[in-house]
């Protein structure tokens, strides 16, 4: 019947600084979500996190929608949704900014539930073992880092950082006289690997003009700076509420600044763990090997979070399903 093959389909829609991703599920009968389509956007009209344009963002959101909508065969306007402004998990969590709720609705979509951007991708991310031995999950997003605590198999705390990776691009831009896309290829492409004290980097100057060689070293350092300063924010604000060495996890990494080359290593030393790992979502349920990149966690997250409240509507919630419950 039409009408039951629709309550078994879900929506994640993860609206990020950087990009747009909507995934569409369908909810096999053991309860897990079967990924069917899933579209990513540019992020447009959204400048340091401040939504500046909601008619460019309510186009980036109907066009990541429509693409998921176009691969899965399914035409849906719900959807479970998160944002890296949302970073509480007292309080009511809504939209509370008039911009983005216009851009949604001009986009025909309507958020079933707010979830916080880094307890989706810990839904993604971490195993039932990780909730329960005491985990910090660092969600390193293009202008937010998300930081999560879990233990006893619930989230007990949850921060945003107003920094990311989309500040190594800028860095790199303004301190090497090039453009922002050079500035995020250069990131991708070096990270914190240290380079040979003779290599250099050929790049164009802003407008794509006069080729010209810079240091690798010099560039790694810039990389190195900002990425050292988000990992001690993190540890100082942690280390406010938490005996670190008694959360057993360690710290898991994802997010898109979790694929820069060497980031574990220097995590490792700057957070004083020796546990530390970068997170994907698991491989089940997901038809496509590039789909578990970390960027994608959050966005997949959702649809997660949203199969398992479909199946659990008549019965207790549990796990951090209960805590969000609370206040909702």
């Known amino acids: 019947m039409p009408g039951l093959a629709r309550r078994h389909i879900v929506g994640g829609l993860d609206i990020g600084t950087t990009k747009v991703v909507s995934v569409i599920a369908e909810v096999s009968p053991n309860g897990y979500p079967v990924i069917k389509g899933l579209g990513e956007c540019p992020t447009l009209g959204v400048r340091k996190g401040v939504v500046v344009d909601k008619a460019s963002l309510g186009k980036s959101i109907a066009h990541a929608v429509g693409l998921s909508q176009a691969m899965a065969g399914e035409t849906i306007s719900e959807f479970y949704g998160s944002f890296p402004v949302v970073s509480q998990l007292t309080g009511t969590l809504q939209i509370?900014?008039?911009?983005?709720?216009?851009?949604?609705?001009?986009?025909?979509?309507?958020?079933?539930?707010?979830?916080?951007?880094?307890?989706?991708?810990?839904?993604?991310?971490?195993?039932?073992?990780?909730k329960k031995i005491g985990t910090v999950l660092m969600d390193l997003g293009g202008a937010v880092t998300g930081l999560a605590v879990f233990d006893q198999g619930v989230p007990v705390y949850t921060h945003s950082l107003p920094i990311g990776s989309e500040h190594i691009t800028s860095d790199l831009a303004v301190c090497l006289r090039t453009s922002?896309?050079?500035?995020?290829?250069?990131?991708?492409?070096?990270?914190?690997?240290?380079?040979?004290?003779?290599?250099?980097?050929?790049?164009?100057?802003?407008?794509?003009?006069?080729?010209?060689?810079?240091?690798?070293?010099a560039a790694r350092d810039i990389i190195k700076s900002r990425i050292q300063e988000i990992f001690e924010l993190a540890h100082q604000e942690l280390s406010q509420h938490f005996r670190l060495a008694s959360l057993t996890g360690g710290f898991i990494l994802t997010g898109g600044g979790s694929l820069l080359k060497g980031v574990l290593d220097l995590a490792i030393s700057q957070m004083n763990c020796c546990k530390v790992a970068v997170g994907s979502p698991a491989k089940v349920g997901i038809p496509r090997e590039e789909w578990t990149s970390p960027v994608y966690a959050s966005a997949i997250g959702l649809v997660l979070y949203g199969a398992k409240r479909s199946t659990r509507r008549s019965g207790r919630l549990s796990g951090w399903r209960e805590v969000l419950d609370r206040f909702m």
Do not use: C, F, Y
């Open 96 to 130: 509370t900014d008039e911009q983005l709720s216009e851009s949604i609705a001009m986009a025909g979509v309507k958020i079933l539930q707010v979830i916080p951007s880094v307890i989706a991708s810990g839904e993604a991310v971490l195993t039932d073992t990780h």
């Open 180 to 217: 922002i896309s050079e500035g995020d290829r250069i990131k991708r492409s070096l990270g914190l690997i240290e380079p040979d004290p003779a290599s250099t980097l050929e790049i164009s100057g802003v407008g794509g003009h006069e080729r010209r060689k810079v240091p690798a070293g």
